[in-house]
């Protein structure tokens, strides 16, 4: 089943990244799937987007969806017609919209759990935090700056910014055996990193994966479009 052309508006979407060990993460990811390193790194995290005006293409923007979301992923690669891809994979989606969580799996990607979010902007300062339907919860603290984490892995903010642009397509489980492809187009690409004062997520304890914080990054006002890249069956 391949999910309709549907575009908006993403401001914010934060990106919250994790270094863990490639064994560890290998255990939830599907057949097929292995991690995408950097530097010996498997790279996992959460994207927290708030969608704007989200409707099939066409559409006017006043008829379109608003929704607070967040989706763990972890960078992935896999072999494709003899082509190494990239890109991301999504083992659990959560939403504020009783509407995604209805639609998901054919509007929207995955099964997605209904939550409760808490969300504070000011300046340029950002609080989300969220708990879900089965307690699984996520909450981080941070505010703009002008450089990337010290201790980070990628170095700069051109280094993580280039690899977390490459992670375009998403893969999203919808049973025991199907996974379903999305691929966001943005029409502009800049980040800005956080610096960030908390930070937690119940996802990657419950699934005994040992994750260390890395970076949090920032992007406002993104115009974009979901395009259906198809399903996999693993």
């Not at 939550?115 to 603290?141: P, Q």
């Not at 260390?212 to 920032?218: K, Y």
Request: proline share 5%; charged share 20%; hydrophobic share 35%.
């Amino acid at each position: 089943m391949n999910i309709p052309i549907v575009h908006g508006l993403i401001d914010p979407r934060i990106l919250i990244n994790f270094t863990a060990s490639p064994e560890a993460v290998q255990t939830i990811l599907p057949a097929g799937f292995r991690p995408k390193l950097y530097n010996g790194h498997a790279i996992a995290g959460v994207c927290l987007i708030r969608l704007k005006h989200l409707r099939p293409k066409g559409v006017p923007a006043i008829f379109g969806l608003s929704s607070e979301n967040g989706a763990h992923r972890i960078a992935v690669e896999w072999e494709e017609n003899g082509i190494t891809r990239e890109g991301v994979y999504m083992p659990r989606r959560d939403t504020s919209s009783k509407f995604n969580v209805l639609a998901g799996g054919r509007i929207f990607p995955g099964k997605h759990y209904a939550a409760k979010f808490n969300v504070r902007e000011s300046g340029d300062s950002y609080h989300v935090d969220y708990t879900s339907s089965d307690n699984t919860c996520i909450s981080i603290t941070g505010r703009v700056s002008d450089r990337l984490n010290d201790h980070s892995v990628f170095g700069n903010l051109e280094r993580a910014s280039a690899f977390f642009e490459k992670g375009a397509v998403g893969y999203s489980p919808i049973n025991g055996r199907k996974l379903q492809g999305l691929e966001l187009r943005t029409f502009t690409w800049k980040m800005q990193p956080l610096s960030v004062q908390d930070v937690y997520t119940s996802f990657f304890d419950t699934h005994n994966i040992p994750v260390r914080f890395d970076n949090a990054l920032l992007m406002t006002g993104i115009a974009h479009e979901w395009r259906s890249t198809g399903e996999k069956r693993c």
